[in-house]
């Protein structure tokens, strides 16, 4: 009927949204509790790993230098991250009683100002990342949104395409010199090679190979090693008359260019494959005592053959075309990328993923950003990476609000132990007349409200 269509817009902020208590401040304070609480776990676990890597990498020893530059990051950014969610939870309440009720863009309106708030508690150097990465979620969101609608319709195998493309534009980018951001150019460097990179970018007297420096030298692979004597020489031997045949003047690999490229695929296969394994036994871990049978299962699962054969392939691929352009046309061009990274990217087909190939167009769409501000084409905007990720989050919190069904599973999840799961309580069922589905995730639910709070619901006749 007309009057309960509109009972989420008069509705109250414990009829509606903190349904677990009828106090505006005790709901924050119960945010806030849960927040601070997961924020410093995740990121005590984040920062370790990545300051134990950092030292590992650089050979340098534990110091109280080093752990207190570990407590302060973990503090600083559990601090953003619960302030974040602890704000748009304030801000929806402040929101309702400012208006005097709620509007369809509740969520994104009262999400804004505190997001702008939240980031600039965090590091400078991290701001960027987290909005890129809430851009890569917004984007995922608005396009599941539009379909739904109708808007748009699905390309066969469209994440495949989508990952070529942006492919591309990123080696075009590279090989052009000075157009990526480092963390971009040292994630290719991993993925195909010190010898693609741009002169400028190598670093000297490293091959992506294991060849040696003196031709004709019989060195045994170490996985040999454990072979018999006369099928570690066949072996050896193969493998240096590989490394011996041709290669193009342009070339800046050591060996050859049919071994260079087997052993780009070789080494990307075994690290994806060890990769998705390494993931695949940690879930099975949990279940490993009851089911002793889920360990072996997740050692040789499907997805690990799968990761492996997509980084497998799209080094290979990208470095045996880059060097047949380099024979053919019989000299180097940024056009060589821009080929050699489209059909490299086809190899995404073995590990189709959404969210892997909107991160990369996302990272695209960064790079070209940014050097076309370099070129002053556009302008530089002061505090961009600020508003760009109170304006991708907002997105995605409104979502979250209407529509938390075409938010990504594991966001979801991230953004219900974040509060406590108390994101999950808010009453959607008041916001399925607005035709989002907003419901979706939880058909039956409906809070156990105090009927002296809730004077909206009982004047419709739902409590």
């Keep these: 009927m007309a009057a309960s269509s509109k009972l989420w817009e008069r509705a109250t902020c414990y009829e509606l949204g903190h349904v677990w208590t009828p106090s505006c401040l005790a709901s924050t304070l119960s945010i806030a509790n849960a927040s601070v609480k997961y924020s410093f776990k995740l990121y005590a676990a984040f920062y370790l790993i990545s300051h134990t890597y950092g030292r590992l990498r650089k050979k340098q020893r534990l110091s109280w230098s080093r752990v207190l530059s570990y407590l302060g990051d973990v503090l600083q950014s559990t601090s953003f991250l619960s302030s974040n969610v602890t704000l748009v939870i304030a801000a929806f309440c402040v929101f309702r009683h400012i208006c005097g009720g709620f509007y369809?863009?509740?969520?994104?309106l009262s999400s804004f100002p505190a997001c702008c708030i939240a980031i600039l508690t965090e590091r400078k150097s991290r701001r960027g990342m987290l909005a890129l990465y809430t851009t890569n979620l917004a984007m995922e969101v608005l396009f599941n949104m539009c379909k739904q609608r109708g808007f748009v319709s699905p390309i066969k195998n469209g994440e495949v395409l989508l990952f070529a493309a942006a492919s591309a534009i990123i080696f075009f980018l590279l090989r052009k010199g000075n157009c990526l951001t480092k963390d971009a150019k040292s994630a290719l460097k991993l993925l195909v090679g010190n010898s693609e990179m741009p002169a400028s970018e190598q670093e000297s007297n490293q091959d992506t190979g294991p060849s040696s420096s003196h031709p004709g030298q019989q060195d045994s692979p170490s996985f040999t090693q454990f072979l018999p004597k006369m099928l570690q020489t066949t072996i050896t031997n193969f493998i240096n008359r590989l490394k011996d045949l041709s290669k193009h003047s342009l070339c800046l690999h050591e060996s050859s260019c049919l071994y260079y490229s087997l052993e780009a695929f070789l080494r990307r296969f075994f690290l994806g494959y060890t990769i998705q394994?390494?993931?695949?036994?940690?879930?099975?871990?949990s279940s490993a005592f009851s089911n002793p049978g889920e360990i072996p299962r997740a050692l040789y699962h499907k997805d690990n053959f799968s990761l492996g054969l997509f980084l497998g392939f799209y080094s290979g691929l990208f470095r045996s075309i880059s060097c047949l352009l380099r024979r053919l046309r019989n000299k180097d061009n940024p056009i060589h990328g821009l080929l050699a990274g489209f059909i490299a990217g086809l190899s995404a087909m073995f590990y189709r993923s959404k969210t892997l190939s909107l991160y990369l167009t996302s990272k695209a769409a960064e790079n070209v950003f940014f050097k076309l501000q370099d070129l002053k084409y556009l302008p530089i905007i002061p505090h961009g990476d600020v508003l760009l990720y109170a304006l991708t989050t907002s997105v995605v919190l409104q979502a979250a609000v209407f529509e938390p069904h075409q938010i990504r599973p594991a966001y979801w999840k991230?953004?219900?132990?974040?509060?406590?799961?108390?994101?999950a309580l808010m009453n959607r069922k008041l916001l399925d007349v607005s035709g989002t589905q907003a419901s979706k995730l939880y058909p039956d639910y409906w809070p156990q409200y105090d009927t002296r709070f809730t004077p909206n619901l009982q004047a419709a006749g739902l409590v």
């Design 104 to 108: 369809t863009g509740f969520g994104f």
């Design 277 to 285: 394994g390494f993931i695949n036994v940690l879930r099975a871990l």
């Design 414 to 423: 991230f953004l219900c132990g974040l509060t406590g799961n108390k994101f």
